[in-house]
Antibody, heavy 118, light 108 residues
Framework: EVQLVQSGGGLVQPGGSLRLSCAAS????????MNWVRQAPGKGLEWFSY????????YYTDSVKGRFTISRDNAKNSLYLQMNSLRAEDTAVYYC???????????WGQGTLVTVSS | EIVLTQSPGTLSLSPGERATLSCRAS???????LAWYQQKAGQAPRLLIY???SRATGIPDRFSGSGSGTDFTLTISRLEPEDFAVYYC?????????FGQGTNVEIK
């Protein structure tokens, strides 16, 4: 069974940092591209980062570029998101998603809430 | 950035009725790079359709997708009680990947 189990969310002050993890099981993680998607409270979905299976290609949306870093460790079957210089507008539920091809998420983590507030 | 506009914002229908959801792109999207998702409150999104018309694994055949260029459609042929949810389209052909704002399909 394909599973993506997320960890690392919580409350952080503006300007602070947080690292999210997404542990994969039930499939060959190194064969799949991965994405991060977030959803602010009561709002729609926002894609913001992509990493290819070998980490050779990485994309970010402009709003997180220079502040967030996506990475993966295929030996540990894990995807990561390092978030720095956090802002109130980064408050959201964060999802990791396996890409069926590139951008379409066919399996999703359970989501983790990140709250940026003083 | 490709902007996706979904209509209507809310669709009020009864079980058994047909639902037609629209997704319009600000510029042409390859048919192979358009997906639809269903999301229920408190849950992660669920992939329904990829490549504009291919059903994802385990998705019932009452869900179908069509379209090309800038106009795409998700059709639910006969609404079941479990189909009342929010639906999103997404393009993943041009970075940044983008989602529409969603269509809420609610019980009339």
């Amino acid at each position: 069974e394909v599973q993506l189990v997320q960890s690392g969310g919580g409350l952080v002050q503006p300007g602070g940092s947080l690292r999210l993890s997404c542990a994969a099981s039930g499939f060959t993680f190194s064969n799949y591209n991965m994405n991060w998607v977030r959803q602010a409270p009561g709002k729609g979905l926002e894609w913001f980062s992509y990493i290819s299976s070998s980490s050779s290609t990485i994309y970010y949306t402009d709003s997180v570029k220079g502040r967030f870093t996506i990475s993966r460790d295929n030996a540990k079957n894990s995807l990561y998101l390092q978030m720095n210089s956090l802002r109130a507008e980064d408050t959201a539920v964060y999802y990791c998603a396996r890409a069926r091809g590139r951008g379409e998420g066919d399996y999703w983590g359970q989501g983790t809430l990140v709250t940026v507030s003083s | 950035e490709i902007v996706l506009t979904q209509s209507p914002g809310t669709l009020s229908l009864s079980p058994g009725e047909r639902a037609t959801l629209s997704c319009r792109a600000s510029q042409s999207v390859s048919s192979s790079d358009l997906a639809w998702y269903q999301q229920k409150a408190g849950q992660a999104p669920r992939l329904l359709i990829y490549g504009s018309s291919s059903r994802a694994t385990g998705i019932p055949d009452r869900f179908s997708g069509s379209g090309s260029g800038t106009d795409f459609t998700l059709t639910i042929s006969r609404l079941e009680p479990e189909d009342f949810a929010v639906y999103y389209c997404q393009q993943y052909g041009s970075s940044p990947w983008t989602f529409g704002q969603g269509t809420n399909v609610e019980i009339k």
